[in-house]
């Protein structure tokens, strides 16, 4: 699993953090837990909300049926009431942490004594939900080789369409107090099963395999589905409640995980404890997996434009330098070439300096995009030309040393680009009138770059094109991340989505440049673009459109085919080209060939508009 990864000794140390500090409630000195009625259970310990009412306590010999260990990472063991009470709220299955590898066996009955705490993976900022468990545990084997309770059937039929209640307003939005209605809610019904044996039968695979040999399925065949199986993240209340992540308890040294695309089939039975990370909430930790089917998916290849056709393409070329390999310069070139059909301009976001992550001050990507461009030639490509504004060293966000820009390239054998005292990184590109028309004061040039919006962040890249005698202004954005927003999976409802104030902000200021060439020129062809790191709906991609100003291209698109990033199996958009209202007509699409395989060359989708200027 993540045994071998940076993020996995972060995962430990914020274990052991928790841990020593009395994780999210309680004290370690509090008085032994009982039940009313006798001895203490799992279910008196899982309780009927988020937080164990035991939370704090110690515990002593709480009985159970070991059915998982995991011996790498959280280290620990999954223990199983096979007596079950008669309340659905309430799960019969903990976990309990060992910190070392646990010396116990699936099917061993145990005894377990320890303090029950409440752990937030990722840390109580990171607004997840809470996984129940025991630490510090005494562990005594009654007896070896009993059976496991019988597996909780998770199904199309089993999981509730409405996924989490709202959050109560008196606890800032949270849910971890409200009682759990698993037949209600998606969220309260995988959390009555946290800790306890579940089981899927076949189902679709809607998150490819990922390098952290994990991958997604949904256990609904019917819920929002897109054309090429996944399935679509269409709106904020269209949370696919039948999507459950898919790892596996043994080490991947002993057992390869299976590599699945999307639309793969995971067949069979798959079967373990249910648990909680912080990368994607509910994970099916799989002892027993099932087999992967493969479909037939494929890389798509878009249309070639015809001669009176402009295309114009966006591409997140995901940290590209010149220390990556020539593989990845040759699959990106080939994609351009083959996928693409060698777009007229081409915007790409992620261009990284010549020595990518080396943190020395180079902030120059001639020796990057001279490589990319000849790996396009060589792949069959147009000799493209290129232009960009170098950031200064440190400020654009991204990788660290990396300084990660957009670059505008241009087949020059079909389009022109119109040299107008190029701008520098801070330096903000103007609207003049030429003539009746509105041209741009610095081509290449920045949009703004002094506006608080763009601190730490790309500032969008304008240019100035000639087709066939026509102007066309492009503006090439890559807007800030989604980085600290909670999941969907969080203990508020709805999440708190903090990243969309300063996209919100950034947008406002693109819009705000769009609606200066408008003004200067009402039938001025205008094409914003890139990673809007943003959906189609959202509050980012309605102010970029402010005053009708832009069309969201992809909204042109049956809703089945508009993502462009698949993420914790959720089909959704974040590459964008959007058009002013001259550009009445046009062709657009979304190219998939990256977003739904475990084989990437980039974890976007490029995207791709052909018009008539």
């Given at each position: 699993?993540?045994?071998?990864?940076?993020?996995?000794?972060?995962?430990?140390?914020?274990?052991?953090?928790?841990?020593?500090?009395?994780?999210?409630?309680?004290?370690?000195?509090?008085?032994?837990?009982?039940?009313?009625?006798?001895?203490?259970?799992?279910?008196?310990?899982?309780?009927?909300?988020?937080?164990?009412?035991?939370?704090?306590?110690?515990?002593?010999?709480?009985?159970?049926?070991?059915?998982?260990?995991?011996?790498?990472?959280?280290?620990?063991?999954?223990?199983?009431?096979?007596?079950?009470?008669?309340?659905?709220?309430?799960?019969?299955?903990?976990?309990?942490?060992?910190?070392?590898?646990?010396?116990?066996?699936?099917?061993?009955?145990?005894?377990?004594?320890?303090?029950?705490?409440?752990?937030?993976?990722?840390?109580?900022?990171?607004?997840?939900?809470?996984?129940?468990?025991?630490?510090?545990?005494?562990?005594?084997?009654?007896?070896?080789?009993?059976?496991?309770?019988?597996?909780?059937?998770?199904?199309?039929?089993?999981?509730?369409?409405?996924?989490?209640?709202?959050?109560d307003p008196a606890a800032a939005g949270s849910i971890n107090g409200l009682a759990l209605d698993p037949s209600r809610y998606a969220l309260d019904y995988y959390e009555s099963l946290e800790g306890?044996?579940?089981?899927?039968?076949?189902?679709?695979?809607?998150?490819?395999?990922?390098?952290?040999?994990?991958?997604?399925?949904?256990?609904?065949?019917?819920?929002?589905?897109?054309?090429?199986?996944?399935?679509?993240?269409?709106?904020?209340?269209?949370?696919?409640?039948?999507?459950?992540?898919?790892?596996?308890?043994?080490?991947?040294?002993?057992?390869?995980?299976?590599?699945?695309?999307?639309?793969?089939k995971l067949t069979g039975t798959t079967e373990g404890p249910l648990d909680f990370n912080q990368f994607g909430g509910y994970t099916l930790v799989a002892r027993t997996l099932g087999t992967v089917k493969a479909g037939t998916l494929a890389p798509e290849k878009t249309k070639a434009q015809a001669d009176h056709e402009l295309a114009v393409a966006t591409y997140n070329?995901?940290?590209?330098?010149?220390?990556?390999?020539?593989?990845?310069?040759?699959?990106?070139?080939?994609?351009?070439?083959?996928?693409?059909?060698?777009?007229?301009?081409?915007?790409?976001?992620?261009?990284?300096?010549?020595?990518?992550?080396?943190?020395?001050?180079?902030?120059?990507?001639?020796?990057?995009?001279?490589?990319?461009?000849?790996?396009?030639?060589?792949?069959?490509?147009?000799?493209?030309?290129?232009?960009?504004?170098?950031?200064?060293?440190?400020?654009?966000?991204?990788?660290?040393?990396?300084?990660?820009?957009?670059?505008?390239?241009?087949?020059?054998?079909?389009?022109?680009f119109t040299e107008r005292a190029p701008g520098d990184a801070v330096t903000a590109t103007g609207v003049v009138k030429e003539n009746g028309k509105a041209a741009l004061t610095h081509s290449p040039g920045r949009v703004d770059p002094a506006n608080p919006a763009w601190a730490d962040s790309r500032k969008p890249l304008a240019g100035e094109f000639t087709f066939r005698g026509k102007t066309v202004f492009v503006i090439a954005n890559h807007f800030g991340s989604k980085g600290g927003d909670e999941g969907l999976t969080s203990h508020h409802q709805p999440p708190v989505r903090s990243s969309e104030a300063k996209r919100l902000l950034q947008a406002q200021a693109v819009n705000g440049f769009v609606k200066e060439i408008l003004a200067a020129d009402k039938n001025a062809n205008v094409l914003v673009l890139g990673d809007i790191n943003d959906f189609e709906f959202s509050a980012t991609t309605d102010a970029l459109a402010d005053g009708g100003a832009l069309y969201p291209a992809i909204k042109s698109l049956p809703k089945s085919e508009r993502y462009s990033y698949v993420f914790q199996g959720n089909a959704q958009v974040l590459d964008q080209i959007l058009t002013s209202p001259a550009i009445k007509k046009f062709t657009y699409d979304s190219v998939h060939i990256n977003a739904e395989f475990a084989a990437q060359n980039s974890d976007h989708d490029p995207q791709v508009l052909r018009f008539k200027p």
């Open positions: 699993m993540r045994s071998s990864h940076p993020r996995s000794a972060a995962v430990a140390a914020l274990v052991a953090t928790a841990l020593a500090t009395g994780l999210l409630a309680g004290s370690a000195g509090a008085a032994e837990g009982s039940a009313a009625d006798g001895p203490v259970r799992i279910h008196d310990i899982q309780g009927t909300t988020r937080i164990s009412p035991l939370a704090g306590k110690q515990v002593a010999d709480v009985e159970g049926i070991v059915t998982g260990v995991r011996t790498y990472g959280s280290r620990g063991f999954w223990i199983q009431d096979p007596d079950a009470d008669d309340n659905e709220a309430t799960s019969e299955g903990v976990f309990v942490f060992t910190n070392a590898v646990p010396t116990v066996a699936v099917g061993d009955a145990v005894k377990v004594s320890g303090l029950v705490g409440e752990y937030v993976p990722g840390g109580t900022g990171s607004g997840n939900q809470s996984v129940t468990q025991i630490s510090k545990p005494v562990v005594t084997v009654v007896s070896a080789g009993n059976a496991l309770p019988e597996a909780a059937a998770i199904n199309e039929y089993s999981v509730p369409a409405e996924y989490a209640p709202a959050g306890m044996n579940v089981k899927i039968g076949t189902s679709r695979v809607v998150g490819a395999t990922d390098p952290y040999s994990e991958l997604w399925v949904s256990v609904k065949g019917w819920e929002n589905p897109t054309k090429r199986g996944g399935t679509l993240y269409g709106s904020y209340e269209s949370q696919n409640t039948g999507r459950l992540q898919i790892q596996q308890l043994a080490p991947i040294a002993q057992q390869p995980f299976p590599v699945a695309n999307v639309g793969d070329v995901e940290n590209l330098d010149p220390t990556d390999p020539q593989e990845k310069f040759d699959a990106l070139a080939r994609a351009v070439v083959e996928n693409l059909a060698s777009p007229d301009i081409l915007a790409l976001e992620e261009i990284q300096d010549d020595n990518g992550a080396k943190n020395d001050g180079t902030v120059s990507a001639e020796q990057t995009l001279t490589k990319f461009a000849a790996a396009i030639t060589a792949a069959g490509g147009p000799a493209y030309q290129w232009r960009t504004v170098n950031p200064e060293d440190k400020k654009d966000g991204g990788e660290p040393g990396g300084n990660i820009r957009q670059v505008l390239l241009f087949n020059p054998a079909r389009v022109s």
